[in-house]
């Protein structure tokens, strides 16, 4: 069976930075698309980065240039390497995947994590 468990979260000043990580287990293919979602408090769940099969990202304009995906396959963990933390990044961060097919939109993941909090301060 499938699971996604988050890790890395916490409450850092802005300007500073984390590394989440997303352990995979029950696996037995490589799902089309893995990715970062997020949800602040009265605010619908977005996609915060993707990265497909074949290594292509995508990254939402809020935090392109400061987030980066990445994955290691051999220790089946996806990572997300975020810098210069701003307040507006405050949010629940869940790690999802597809199943073999599918795309790198919110509705087509099909497993998802229960979250890791990162919270912002100014």
């Known amino acids: 069976q499938v699971q996604l468990v988050e890790s890395g979260g916490g409450s850092v000043q802005a300007g500073g930075s984390l590394r989440l990580s997303c352990g995979v287990s029950g696996y037995t293919y490589s799902p089309a698309c893995m990715g970062w979602f997020r949800q602040a408090p009265g605010k619908e769940r977005e996609a915060v980065a993707t990265?497909?099969?074949?290594?292509?990202?995508t990254y939402a304009d809020s935090v392109k240039a400061r987030f980066t995906i990445s994955k290691d396959n051999a220790k089946n963990t996806l990572y997300l390497q975020m810098n210069s933390l701003k307040p507006e990044d405050t949010a629940m961060y869940y790690c999802?995947?597809?199943?073999?097919?599918?795309?790198?939109?919110?509705?087509?993941?099909?497993?998802w994590g229960k979250g890791t909090l990162v919270t912002i301060s100014s």
């Open positions: 999802a995947a597809t199943t073999l097919g599918g795309s790198c939109r919110k509705d087509d993941m099909y497993y």
């Open positions: 990265i497909t099969r074949d290594r292509w990202t």
